[in-house]
């Protein structure tokens, strides 16, 4: 049996559910699924399958997040597949 791939449903793909829980997840190797009800950011983690994460500091920072996806919340059976993936 071929060991299961990790992979995390976050609902939310605002500011905090990418920038720093999707990051966190993302960073230590999972395969990150949004859940959301905006269109556009779902569309544009589809098709780019990557986003970045600013960092203010003295010098700003760019960290990309891979490996990730989304699904709008009004599509359920999609959830229901990746829940029971």
């Not at 049996?1 to 997840?25: E, H, N, V, Y």
């Not at 986003?51 to 990309?64: A, H, L, M, R, S």
């Amino acid at each position: 049996m071929l060991p299961r791939k990790k992979k995390i449903l976050i609902f939310g793909a605002g500011k905090i559910g990418r920038s720093f829980i999707g990051q966190l997840f993302g960073c230590g190797g999972y395969e990150v699924v949004f859940i959301d009800i905006s269109k556009s950011i779902i569309y544009a983690l589809n098709h780019q399958r990557k986003y970045p994460v600013f960092i203010k500091d003295v010098k700003e920072n760019i960290i990309w997040v891979n490996n990730v996806r989304g699904v709008l919340i009004t599509d359920t059976e999609k959830i229901l597949t990746e829940i029971s993936d």
